[in-house]
RNA sequence: GCCGGGAUGGCGGAAUGGUAGACGCGGCGGACUUAAAAUCCGCUGGCCUCACGGCUGUGUGGGUUCGAGUCCCUCUCCCGGCACCA
């Protein structure tokens, strides 16, 4: 059983130091930014936080190391905007609202003024000047004013889509309102409903959003997740004849990224929604058919996941015709096949395609192999074989490979006009509507007379009255405010009715990196001055959770801005690195429930901040996560203590005359490789090795001090780089010894050490002498020994001879400065 | 199922194809102390050995190489994402 560990203290006043230079740096400004600053500019953003009410340590392990990397910039003589805001609009305010009675703004606002107090703590490099929160109108306003510029340009649009609905609760309810299939609050069946909704048509910028070329520094999992999140296949559109044709359409449009395998066709399966389903439904399948799509819209998602593998539908009584053969085959429905890809139909080939296969088995269905699998005899597949090889039972396309095959067929079939090689896209249009209240309204009006009508630019913002009712309706709570909904139409002042869906969130984090730049600024969303000085982003950190909403959205609503002409670039984000996720101590999620949830007010409150900030960072590689530990704490703390001992002892009292210049080339050795260690790995987010590399510094700077032989200038010079380097990683108490060693404030606004790769050369190396590649000496020789001298000092060491006596030595590998590998037989 | 990432001491982790285990935690021993804490010093992958030293060791099995934690192939397990995408 472990016990509560026992706690270092630390040897100097940790909370008093925070407090005291927190005060110091608010007042003087110190990370005020000014956009006409003339050193070159670095734009760092962490994303900013939902105001959930307490900044727990997870906010922390995103915030710290990352304003760590921000400060690095700023001593590398960077112009660095580092700012911070609260992503203010959604759910989990109107939930309050309607579980405690309170308003979503106050709810909202009161979480924003404790978590700003929390963020203060933290002791990061935001100017607070610059800080947006995106429920305020001044910010909403220019979602409506982007909305409507992409409405302008045709890239927003209405269309019916299904949400999903509780028929208990009457009510819309967000996919994380689902649980199991059921209404997270009231526990019954939810079903889907179909309501006119406004989307952005991302669609149309697949192809530039599937071009990474623009972004420097992306993880190339995010690139990965983003190429599947959008689902390019290519393929050939194909149509089959209907039969009988005493219908308006005469074919149905199928989509198939394997046309190869068009002569092994034994059925058709359209989507239960398909529109021609209706028509194609013969009198005597009337019934089924409709049962059939009854209990489909019924069936939640979770529900068709449990029935793993299996594959339900009904014929419908057509038959369609494979234009290749001119073979007749039944037409099915079912539920496998989705409205929303493709052509919403599918050719079956159950012969060389799982899903096709299981159906065909279910339904008796012929199976017709056309690419026959290596040491295939001709006999019955007992699975689909999706594999290469040489087509058959194909007519006159016999004998090719089938990717020849591919090609020869969708050329006959465009020279016949019976398709078209095409491409599809897993991704859909972004649904902006949202049923909701505390969101930004939607700036459309609907008259009567003139249809659809934008609001006039001059009428923004569309206000989000205060009053509303947030108890489930059926409908948006604005719908029920009739002083909302009751307006006059722009075009022709008649009576007519506001939108009264409200945005998705996802819409304010699209441009809100421009918002910082100029937040007050009431002519545009963003000063084109300021613009100019600061876009795009150079650095963007955060969870990889957002890997395709967010970091998808905003690709491409930078990429439609950038087509209307507002901004003149093409990725909003040069480079992103992704934090991993900070465990607990049991190496488990955080939870409330598990208990082992850490609050940083706690912890902070005892040791400071920059004993957490440190620890966060030597966890572990930032990327990675890790798991909070409070013996770990300890040993940051003790560290601290020490480098607090070390910086406060008085060089004077060195003895001078106990120098020793070796001992200081060494010093300044460890010193000048510890700054660029430390560099490189601040400069690449490697927090954990640059924090180790500056313990090895102090566990060096101890030992000549306790062992002597250092000048008084020399330790001066190490004491003063090493608080230097600290200074972004522990922002605090590196001020305080900045003091306390009689330097200038601030130490923040001094250049980050540089190095000398003279001074930081080893003289010594440590020869590894290997014997077939294992190790049987190491000898210490100078650094730029030569190949010969390095072979004869391995041959003569008696160590290597006991496993070299007797053989004969037909190979050396000498590798400069490291080893020596002498191959025996 | 598909895509991506990973597996190194008791723990977190470090290691441009070249000394595996830096740094820290924990543990053990010692100093200081009436004592404990704190602090400081030393040891700390496993096995064999009084010792010198040797053998072995980075999830599994193979391969490439003078040399593999690192590169290639196989498998197992873990984490993340997507999920009937035709």
């Known amino acids: 059983m472990t016990t509560s560990p026992r706690q270092v203290e630390l040897r100097y006043d940790a909370v008093a130091i925070d407090r005291k230079w927190q005060a110091l740096w608010d007042q003087d400004g110190l990370h005020r930014v000014d956009n006409d600053d003339p050193r070159p500019k670095w734009y760092e953003m962490t994303m900013y936080p939902y105001p959930s009410g307490d900044l727990h340590i997870g906010h922390w392990y995103a915030m710290a190391p990352a304003d760590c990397h921000a400060r690095f910039r700023r001593m590398q003589g960077y112009n660095v905007l580092h700012p911070i805001g609260f992503d203010a609009f959604g759910l989990p305010a109107e939930n309050a609202a309607i579980s405690r009675g309170i308003h979503p703004y106050t709810w909202t606002m009161s979480n924003i003024e404790n978590m700003r107090r929390q ?253 026959a699998p290596i040491e295939w005899n001709g006999g019955e597949l007992s699975e689909a074989y999706l594999g290469e090889g040489f087509m058959t039972n194909s007519a006159r396309y016999e004998g090719m490979t089938n990717e020849e095959g591919k090609v020869a067929i969708a050329l006959d079939i465009e020279k016949n006009g019976w398709g078209k090689r095409t491409v599809s896209f897993r991704i859909r249009d972004w649904l902006i509507s949202r049923q909701r209240y505390w969101g930004t309204p939607i700036p ?60 998705d969130t996802f819409m304010d984090s699209s441009w809100y990196m421009m918002r910082y730049l100029s937040p007050d600024y009431d002519q545009a969303p963003v000063d084109p001055s300021v613009g100019k000085r600061w876009l795009p982003v150079d650095q963007y950190t955060g969870g990889a959770e957002h890997a395709v909403m967010h970091l998808l959205y905003s690709r491409f609503f930078i990429k439609a801005l950038k087509d209307i002409g507002f901004i003149d670039f093409d990725e909003p984000f040069l480079r992103l690195f992704n934090q991993g996720v900070i465990l607990g101590q049991d190496h488990e999620k955080m939870s409330k429930s598990r208990g082992n949830v850490v609050n940083p007010d706690e912890v902070v409150n005892h040791l400071g901040a920059d004993a957490v900030r440190c620890f966060l960072m030597f966890i572990g590689p930032w990327d990675q996560g890790g798991p909070w530990s409070e013996v770990g704490m300890n040993g940051m703390a003790r560290w601290l203590n020490r480098v607090w001992d070390m910086v406060a002892r008085d060089p004077s009292e060195i003895n001078e005359a106990r120098a020793v210049p070796e001992t200081k080339r060494e010093i300044m050795r460890l010193l000048h490789q510890t700054i660029r260690k430390c560099h490189n790995d601040l400069d690449r987010f490697k927090f954990n090795t640059a924090i180790a590399a500056l313990m090895e510094l102090t566990n060096g700077l101890n030992r000549v001090w306790a062992d002597g032989g250092i000048d008084s200038d020399t330790w001066r010079e190490s004491i003063e780089k090493f608080l230097l380097m600290l200074a972004p990683i522990a922002p605090h108490v590196t001020e305080e010894m900045w003091e306390l060693t009689g330097h200038t404030y601030s130490i923040h606004q001094q250049l980050f050490p540089t190095w000398d790769d003279g001074l930081a050369a080893d003289e010594m190396i440590t020869l590894v002498v290997q014997v077939n590649g294992k190790v049987r000496d190491k000898l210490e020789v100078p650094a730029d020994i030569e190949e010969g001298a390095a072979r004869e000092l391995a041959l003569a060491s008696p160590k290597v001879q006991s496993f070299t006596e007797g053989k004969s030595i037909f190979k050396s590998v000498y590798v400069p400065g490291r080893l020596v590998n002498l191959v025996v037989r």
């Open 119 to 371: 963020l203060r703590s933290l002791g990061a490099i935001y100017d607070w000047d610059r800080e947006i929160v995106c429920c305020a109108p001044e910010y909403y306003r220019w979602n409506q004013w982007f909305f409507l510029k992409f409405y302008e340009r045709g890239l927003a649009y209405r269309n019916k889509a299904p949400v999903v609905w509780c028929p208990s609760c009457q009510t819309v309810l967000a996919n994380e309102q689902v649980l199991n299939g059921n209404c997270e609050r009231c526990g019954s069946e939810i079903t889907r409903r179909d309501l006119e909704q406004w989307f952005f048509r991302i669609t149309e910028y697949t192809d530039r959003l599937l071009d990474f070329s623009g972004l420097q520094d992306w993880p190339d999992k995010i690139l990965n997740m983003q190429t599947n999140w959008i689902g390019r296949s290519e393929g050939v559109e194909i149509s089959f004849d209907i039969a009988p044709s005493n219908i308006d359409e005469k074919e149905i449009r199928t989509f198939t990224t394997r046309i190869d395998t068009i002569f092994g066709v034994t059925f058709i399966v359209l989507a239960p929604e398909h529109p021609l389903v209706s028509q194609l439904t013969t009198d005597d399948k009337q019934e089924d058919v409709e049962a059939y799509i009854n209990r489909a819209r019924q069936t939640s998602e979770i529900d068709r996941m449990s029935t793993e593998g299996e594959k339900t539908g009904v014929f419908i009584g057509s038959y369609a015709i494979n234009r290749l053969n001119g073979e007749r085959v039944p037409v099915y429905i079912g539920d496998y096949v989705l409205m929303t890809y493709g052509t919403s139909a599918v050719m079956g080939v159950p012969a060389h395609d799982a899903r096709d296969f299981v159906f065909a088995k279910k339904y008796g269905l012929p199976v017709r192999t056309v690419v």
């Open 444 to 503: 459309m009006v609907y008259c009567q007379a003139c249809g659809i009508v934008p609001v006039p630019e001059e009428d923004l913002p569309v206000l989000l009255p205060p009053d509303a009712d947030f108890k489930p309706t059926g409908e948006s709570p604005l719908a029920a405010n009739a002083e909302f909904v009751n307006t006059t139409c722009p075009r022709c002042h008649d009576p007519a009715k506001r939108e009264t869906d409200t945005m």
